[in-house]
């Protein structure tokens, strides 16, 4: 079976652009949640999706955004990029967000630059 | 949300037995027990889970106390390909899980 898959893996954009990052999560899995890694801040919870639903937030500004399509893939949207949005985006899929016992699998990350 | 604490950086020798714990004190009944590790650039890598007493598998074993507020990852025989961070986590169903901040693992040769 496929791992998650996400896309790009390396991005530079400039301060005030907007990106979208995309993540398609395990054949099967239905609950699909976003963090951000910076060697500052560790890795930090942005939100979880589930049948094309945010389930969970976490604290961060409005300028991040996500959504989740039918096929279970998500797209999450960083809107007027500031420096310090400089990370390494991670997308982790699990079969669904009911069960007790489950297992988040992880992408391999977007690298992301603002210069 | 369970907060957890683990040590920061660790150092060990190649051959020898590894062991990380992490404190959890408000960890709740429906909350599982997982370990995960990552290499520079790249997703957090599944190790263990678990509940209660001690779960083992081919890489690592994981030993969680009656009470539930710690948890010990156990490493037989490390070796330099074992150099990563580790992070603990506890979640359960619905829960966004909350990663601490890890333990930077050196195996020296």
């Known amino acids: 079976k496929a791992g998650v898959t996400q896309t790009p893996r390396y991005l530079i954009k400039t301060r005030g652009q907007q990106v979208t990052l995309s993540c398609s999560p395990i054949?099967?899995?239905?609950?699909v949640s976003w963090y951000q890694q910076t060697p500052g801040q560790g890795l930090q919870f942005l939100f979880e999706?589930?049948?094309?639903?945010?389930?969970n937030k976490g604290n961060f500004p409005g300028r991040f955004s996500g959504r989740q399509f039918s096929n279970s893939r998500s797209e999450m949207n960083v809107s007027t990029l500031e420096l310090g949005d400089s990370a390494l985006y991670l997308c982790?899929?699990?079969?669904?967000?009911?069960?007790?016992?489950?297992?988040?699998?992880f992408g391999p990350g977007t690298r992301l630059l603002v210069l | 949300l369970a907060k957890t604490t683990q040590p920061i950086s660790m150092d060990s020798y190649e051959g020898q037995e590894v062991n990380i714990t992490c404190s959890h004190n408000n960890i709740a009944t429906n909350d599982y027990i997982t370990w995960y590790q990552q290499f520079p650039s790249q997703g957090p890598r599944f190790i263990i889970q678990g509940y209660k007493t001690k779960v083992t598998n081919e890489v690592a074993s994981l030993f969680i106390p009656a009470d539930r507020k710690s948890s010990t990852l156990s490493l037989p025989r490390v070796s330099l390909s074992d150099t990563a961070v580790y992070y603990c986590?506890?979640?359960?169903?619905?829960?966004?899980?909350?990663f601490g901040g890890g333990t930077r693992l050196m195996v020296k040769p």
């Open positions: 054949s099967g899995h239905r609950s």
């Open positions: 999706y589930f049948s094309e639903t945010q389930r």
């Open positions: 982790a899929s699990r079969p669904t967000r009911t069960e007790i016992q489950e297992t988040q699998y």
């Open positions: 986590l506890v979640g359960g169903a619905g829960n966004m899980l909350t």
